[in-house]
């Protein structure tokens, strides 16, 4: 979305507020999901630019449903994924560094979120999701989910057998 920031620049308005969506999977604009994870609904974004006294802030935020699988133990899992996304408006050739990140930049007075939203999203986006922050995952002998309870492998201690000429000291002492 493009924002027209002429009446804020000039100082009619004092805040602007936006909503609206960002389909996902598009060439257009490029949001296309980690592997193993689909969108599910576009991107819903809700915002607001202020003109404080000419200092201009940009505050949105953007919601994103998803589906996967869990990256311990393999169960499906959902959720929203949301971003809170605040930056500081500066007018282009007001800045002697335009590439600074802490900056959107408004071009002929107009703003263009959606790239700064995209790009933003891409990085924040986690790379492993989990069911549940204390997920037990699955045996490595058996593959038995282990949320459900434990496994009847049997729990004798496996040792590296790079290492276990050492253990072979340690059973002669």
Same mark, same amino acid.
């Given at each position: 979305?493009?924002?027209?920031?002429?009446?804020?620049? @000039?100082?009619? #308005?004092?805040?602007i507020?936006f909503?609206?969506?960002?389909?996902?999977?598009?060439?257009? #604009?490029?949001?296309?999901p980690?592997?193993?994870?689909?969108?599910?609904?576009?991107?819903?974004?809700?915002?607001?630019?202020?003109?404080?006294?000419?200092?201009m802030? %940009?505050? %949105?935020?953007?919601?994103? /449903?998803?589906?996967?699988?869990?990256?311990?133990?393999?169960?499906?899992?959902?959720?929203?994924? $949301? %971003?809170?996304?605040?930056?500081?408006?500066?007018?282009?050739?007001?800045?002697? @560094?335009?590439? @600074? /990140?802490?900056?959107? $930049?408004?071009? @002929?007075?107009?703003?263009?979120?959606?790239?700064? $939203?995209?790009?933003?999203?891409m990085?924040?986006?986690?790379? &492993?999701? %989990?069911? &549940?922050?204390e997920?037990?995952?699955?045996?490595? &002998?058996?593959?038995?989910?282990?949320n459900?309870?434990?496994?009847?492998?049997?729990?004798? &201690?496996? $040792?590296?057998?790079?290492?276990?000429?050492?253990?072979?000291?340690?059973? #002669?002492?």
């Amino acid at each position: 979305m493009v924002l027209d920031l002429t009446s804020l620049i @000039n100082g009619r #308005n004092s805040k602007i507020d936006f909503e609206y969506t960002i389909d996902t999977g598009t060439e257009q #604009n490029d949001i296309l999901p980690p592997e193993d994870v689909s969108f599910t609904a576009p991107v819903m974004v809700k915002g607001v630019v202020t003109n404080n006294a000419g200092y201009m802030a %940009l505050a %949105l935020t953007a919601k994103i /449903d998803y589906q996967s699988h869990c990256a311990r133990c393999l169960e499906d899992i959902s959720g929203t994924f $949301i %971003l809170e996304f605040n930056r500081t408006v500066a007018v282009s050739g007001t800045l002697q @560094n335009q590439d @600074n /990140d802490e900056y959107v $930049i408004v071009k @002929n007075g107009f703003l263009d979120i959606d790239r700064e $939203i995209v790009e933003y999203l891409m990085l924040e986006f986690p790379t &492993k999701l %989990l069911c &549940k922050e204390e997920c037990a995952g699955l045996c490595s &002998k058996c593959g038995k989910n282990l949320n459900f309870g434990a496994c009847d492998c049997p729990k004798k &201690k496996e $040792i590296d057998p790079r290492l276990a000429i050492l253990q072979k000291l340690l059973e #002669n002492d």
